[in-house]
């Protein structure tokens, strides 16, 4: 296979503009979505007090991925892309304003939501099909690494710093609602400057499918049967951390007994464990056989969730050892020995997550032809939606049921029987990139 560089040879990413300006534009944009979105659950945890009803939140910011991300798809392959995340970043510009104007009720949450996720997905949509187009086929396992970074770094920031600052010490929802809207604006002025997303030059072999324009993703995932088991795993691990998404706010009170926003600091380790494997897995990618790299991030991933559904248990457990004893003695307000556990855990939780989507991400912008990157981004987004739309609400229901411990454990367990069956149908799917390119000058 033979594609056109993007950039010259020896020249750093960060050093091309075009990645470089995707890449602060996805930084701004997804701090803004990640403030926001935390912002929603504590608004509607403090409304409500329910599990079941930040589930539901969650299903109102995944489920537009179903109808709108097959739209944005599309609209990423066949129109100018980098128009696109702009007038999505205006979009977005304007709903925070709306809000402010209108919203306040628990109702008008959920509707801010499904606004939200819906222009968000046509956004992210064409951000993923701009990369291929601007970055050399040897430099993408870096870029995905790059990016994935990107994001780590903007959820650390919109979920641990600006959304606690804002609503906690400011005390004012419509300074979180402003400010992201500001942000959003910063975004959309970068989308501009990020240049032209077209390769004249690069002439894709073996690229459109025939048939009906919303099943183009799942026809061409479907013909590769690397980059379907790749996708599989995506939406897999994707699919479960939506559904713990749901769940993290009553972990963090009913498990490890703190508050909402401060619990959000137990959850900065895994953005360093998403840094740290980004790191490896960009590096081992192309090193490793996928099936290896993925089996064992999926290994370290479920372990560390069954992990998490024990934490209380670990902490009195190791306690009774010499040299773990002083987790008997940590007492910060409600925060004890689980607490220091579970941000122990979140550190390879967030490394496998992070080796198990490069290597997956990886292999889809290999071998899919740049004509469809949008659309089988978009179909592996809807898979996602559609696999954890059902049990997202069902762990909520069963939390307030059972507990959000037991519930972190069957889901543990689900992750794990998937993952394996899904390893062992894609043996033998580790082959070179499908996709052929000639260049044309």
Excluded at 97 to 102: G, M, Q
Excluded at 308 to 322: D, K, S, T, W
Excluded at 367 to 386: C, E
Aim: proline content about 4%.
């Amino acid at each position: 296979m033979m594609r056109e560089a993007a950039a010259p040879a020896g020249v750093p990413l960060w050093q091309q503009r075009p990645f470089r300006m995707l890449s602060y534009t996805r930084f701004f944009s997804r701090v803004a979505q990640n403030a926001l979105n935390f912002g929603l659950v504590l608004l509607i945890t403090e409304e409500t007090g329910k599990a079941v009803y930040t589930s539901l939140l969650v299903l109102a910011l995944v489920v537009p991925s179903t109808v709108a991300g097959l739209v944005a798809g599309t609209a990423a392959d066949v129109l100018p892309k980098r128009l696109i995340v702009f007038t999505a970043d205006l979009a977005r510009v304007a709903i925070c304003i709306l809000f402010l104007r209108e919203g306040g009720s628990a109702v008008s949450y959920y509707l801010f939501a499904v606004l939200l996720a819906t222009t968000s997905q046509f956004a992210g949509t064409a951000e993923s099909a701009i990369l291929p187009a601007i970055v050399r086929r040897d430099e993408l396992a870096r870029a995905n690494a790059i990016g994935q970074a990107v994001g780590g770094a903007a959820q650390a920031i919109g979920l641990g710093v600006v959304t606690p600052v804002v609503l906690r010490l400011i005390d004012s929802r419509d300074a979180l609602f402003g400010l992201s809207a500001g942000l959003f604006a910063v975004a959309a002025v970068q989308a501009l400057l990020i240049g032209s997303t077209a390769a004249p030059a690069r002439q894709e072999v073996g690229g459109e499918p025939g048939g009906r324009w919303w099943t183009a993703g799942w026809r061409a995932m479907r013909s590769d049967r690397a980059v379907l088991h790749a996708a599989v795993e995506l939406t897999l691990i994707s699919a479960t951390v939506i559904i713990l998404s749901g769940l993290i706010p009553t972990y963090i009170t009913e498990v490890l007994g703190v508050r909402i926003d401060f619990g959000a600091i137990v959850l900065l380790p895994a953005v360093i464990g998403v840094a740290i494997g980004l790191r490896v897995a960009g590096f081992l990618a192309r090193r490793v056989p996928h099936s290896l790299l993925s089996s064992s991030g999926f290994l370290v991933f479920v372990v560390s969730l069954g992990l998490l559904a024990m934490v209380n248990q670990l902490a009195g457990f190791l306690g009774g050892f010499g040299m773990f004893g002083w987790l008997n003695s940590v007492s910060i307000g409600r925060f004890d020995g689980g607490g220091v556990i579970a941000m122990l855990i979140m550190l390879p939780l967030g490394f496998a997550y992070a080796t198990v989507s490069v290597a997956g991400q990886t292999v889809i912008d290999d071998r899919v032809p740049l004509s469809l990157r949008g659309r089988v981004g978009a179909t592996q987004a809807a898979m996602a939606a559609l696999a954890s739309s059902v049990p997202v609400v069902a762990a909520g229901v069963l939390s307030d049921w059972i507990g959000v411990a037991p519930v972190f454990g069957i889901v543990a367990l689900a992750t794990g029987f998937v993952a394996v069956a899904n390893l062992r149908s894609g043996r033998g799917a580790d082959r070179g990139p499908r996709t052929v390119a000639v260049s044309h000058r």
